[in-house]
């Protein structure tokens, strides 16, 4: 069975652009998760381009890569805030604005989210701990900076808060977008939210890295399963998977069992592959 409902018909020939998320869209179950690698793999193997869309930092994503040996042409991370060469070279960036940061900071949620990582030029940092998920830190491995220092960072490409309940983070969430949609563009994703330069998102990124590699007019095909994700596939009439989350269901054009089925079916779509 064909991909269904594919943006456009495709000349066998024609390269394809697969652009997904890594947390609990690529990486799920440690088994699915190498049934996804080896799928990546092949697609690659075929011509066509791969590449992550994460909320991440750069650091954070090269984790990941380097832990599964991840073949990668692009890697677009802070929500799109950042794009990468695999190598570290930064292609494209949109900051914070660092003027409202102050403002930012005075908002109650904002100060009562018991978890706060700054991603930014100078890495990834977390700059508020409470004791109860301290084991967050211990995982990512990252240094702990104090809140004067982070506002010396520059420049900034994200903040990510983390809540110990799902409607702690939704009100964060809806009260930086409702006070400060301007200047910071806030995404819900389970417990978390992400905070990045106003009118940030995935898909811009998407946008972004289309037109710095010259392939203008080539519409990509997109997963994801978080509230971060929702803008992207919209915007480019992408999918989600079978474990994404409500909204994702909501706007995906098919919901698929992994990023494997959708390679699948992509493939057999294009090249006839039975």
């Known amino acids: 069975m064909g991909i269904q409902g594919c943006p456009e018909s495709r000349g066998k020939d024609e390269k394809m652009i697969l652009a997904s998320d890594y947390d609990g869209t690529f990486h799920v179950d440690e088994e699915q998760t190498l049934k996804n690698l080896?799928?990546?793999?092949?697609?690659?193997?075929?011509?066509?381009?791969?590449?992550?869309?994460?909320?991440?930092?750069?650091?954070?994503?090269?984790?990941?890569?380097?832990?599964?040996?991840?073949?990668?042409?692009?890697?677009?991370?802070?929500?799109?805030?950042?794009?990468?060469?695999?190598?570290?070279?930064?292609?494209?960036?949109?900051?914070?604005?660092?003027?409202?940061?102050?403002?930012?900071?005075?908002?109650?949620?904002?100060?009562?989210?018991?978890?706060?990582?700054?991603?930014?030029?100078?890495?990834?940092?977390?700059?508020?701990?409470?004791?109860?998920?301290?084991?967050?830190?211990?995982q990512l491995d990252v240094p702990f900076i104090s809140m004067d220092k982070v506002g010396e960072l520059n420049p900034i490409w994200q903040f990510s808060l983390g809540f110990s309940k799902d409607e702690d983070a939704k009100i964060c969430c809806q009260e930086i977008n409702r006070l400060l949609g301007e200047d910071f563009s806030a995404y819900f994703n389970q417990w978390n939210v992400d905070v990045v330069a106003g009118g940030m998102s995935k898909s811009v990124g998407i946008h972004k890295y289309i037109k710095i590699a010259g392939k203008q007019g080539q519409r990509p095909l997109v997963v994801g399963d978080g509230g971060n994700d929702v803008d992207m596939i919209q915007e480019f009439?992408?999918?989600?998977?079978?474990?994404?989350?409500?909204?994702?269901?909501?706007?995906?054009?098919?919901?698929?069992?992994?990023?494997?089925?959708?390679?699948?079916?992509?493939?057999?779509?294009?090249?006839?592959?039975?």
Not at 67 to 84: H, M, R, S, T, V
Not at 241 to 266: H, P, T, Y
Request: charged share 25%.
């Open 38 to 138: 080896e799928a990546v793999k092949g697609w690659r193997a075929l011509g066509h381009e791969f590449g992550l869309v994460t909320g991440r930092s750069y650091e954070m994503a090269m984790m990941a890569v380097k832990e599964y040996q991840l073949p990668l042409d692009f890697l677009i991370c802070n929500n799109g805030a950042a794009i990468y060469r695999l190598d570290g070279t930064l292609l494209d960036h949109t900051p914070m604005n660092r003027d409202r940061l102050k403002d930012f900071w005075a908002l109650p949620s904002v100060k009562a989210a018991p978890r706060v990582f700054a991603l930014s030029a100078q890495g990834t940092f977390v700059a508020r701990m409470d004791q109860e998920i301290t084991f967050f830190a211990r």
């Open 237 to 274: 009439g992408g999918f989600t998977i079978k474990g994404g989350c409500a909204q994702a269901k909501e706007v995906a054009r098919r919901i698929f069992d992994s990023v494997e089925d959708l390679i699948e079916n992509a493939l057999q779509e294009k090249l006839g592959v039975v």
